[in-house]
């Protein structure tokens, strides 16, 4: 299962691009309300989550996706369900996706250091040891990284890349017209 963690204050096109492409890839995605059930995004668009946190079952877990937004990325940070996740992933060698603002999590919690990754500009000193690169997206071993909501669609093609193959995800590419 691959849990995308919804927060109020989301960015809206970063957390359903990545995933209407994951599931266009046939794959199980589940969105997760941090905020409760109904989980408003940064441009007051309401969303109902799958689940909320209290429901998340980490055994599950095949993959994490942190959107960007604010106040999102800062309200996904103070949820210790998200961070528990989020070092699940670590420790397994589990995809750990973040984007915009929401790198800055992963740099805060240290599983940047030597990884090549993007933000949003003006975060970039929150990626404790990165080597940053200005890319929309990009994947370093168990880390995709995006750089904001203009990534989107790049930053859901390199999460489909890693858990479904670059076949599916550039075929998905391909019916989107994005390449």
Known sequence: MI??????GFEETEALAPVDILRRSGLEVC???????YVTG????TVKA???????D???????VLPGGMPGTLNLEKSAVVKDCVSYCAQKGLPICAICAAPSILGHMGLLKGKRATCFPGF????????????LAVTDGNI??????G??????LQIAAVLAGKEKSEAVAAALQCR
């Open 3 to 8: 849990y995308v963690f919804l927060a109020n």
């Open 31 to 37: 969105t997760v309300g941090v905020s409760g059930e």
């Open 42 to 45: 940064s441009h007051n668009i």
């Open 50 to 56: 799958d689940i909320t946190e209290d429901k998340v």
């Open 58 to 64: 980490t055994e599950c877990i095949d993959a994490v």
């Open 124 to 135: 970039e000193t929150q990626l404790d040891g990165a080597v940053l690169v200005d890319e």
């Open 144 to 149: 995709v990284t995006g750089k904001g909501a």
């Open 151 to 156: 990534a989107a669609i790049e930053f859901g």
